[in-house]
C-alpha cells in the first residue's frame, strides 16, 4: 500500500486528451523527471499508482500521459481533475517547489509549538494560505517566506514565526 508520506503533491490530471487513452497532467511548478515511470492518483483517499506507456510535453506545465491498460477517453475520464502525487525522491532538492508540496507537512509555530497538519493551500486569492486543520477546524496561515523559520522536508514540518494573534483571527 502506497503510503502519502512518501509522495509529494504534483498537480492534477486534466481531461482525456484524444481517443486513445491519453489524459492530460498538470504539474504544479514540478517537472517528472526521466526516471518517473507512474504517478499516484488520490481516488477516494487512498493513492492508487497509475503507470505510463508513454509521456510527451505539451507546455512548460502540462505533460500528455499515456496510462497503460487504459486504450480510450472512457477509460480515464474518472481521472480528471485528481489530485497527483509523485515520489518524494523524484523531487529535486534545488526544484522550485509549489505551495501545494507542503500538503501533509505538519504546521508548527516557534512559541505556540505544533498547530496541525497542512491538509490544503488556498490559492484562490492573490495572497496563498496554507489550511491547517486544528483541534478539528482550520486554521489559514499565509505562505509567506519571512514567515517561515524553518522547514525539514525528511521530518515534513514548517516552523513559522507569526505576528501575535494572528492565529485567533
Known sequence: MLK????AYFGKFLKP????????????????????????????GILVPFFF?????KNNDTIIAKIERMESAEQVRFLTNREVYIPREWVE???NLS????RGFTAKESTMGTLGEIIDVDDSTINTLFVVERDGE???IPAQEEFIVEMNHEER???FELPEGLISL
Open 4 to 7: 502519502k508520506e512518501d509522495f
Open 17 to 44: 486528451h484524444g481517443t486513445r487513452g491519453e489524459i492530460g497532467l498538470l504539474g504544479d511548478s514540478m517537472t517528472l523527471g526521466d526516471d518517473c515511470d507512474f504517478v499516484a492518483a488520490d481516488i477516494d
Open 53 to 57: 506507456e508513454y509521456t510527451k510535453q
Open 93 to 95: 532538492e534545488g526544484e
Open 99 to 102: 505551495w501545494g508540496y507542503f
Open 138 to 140: 482550520e486554521i489559514l
Open 157 to 159: 514540518y514548517i516552523i
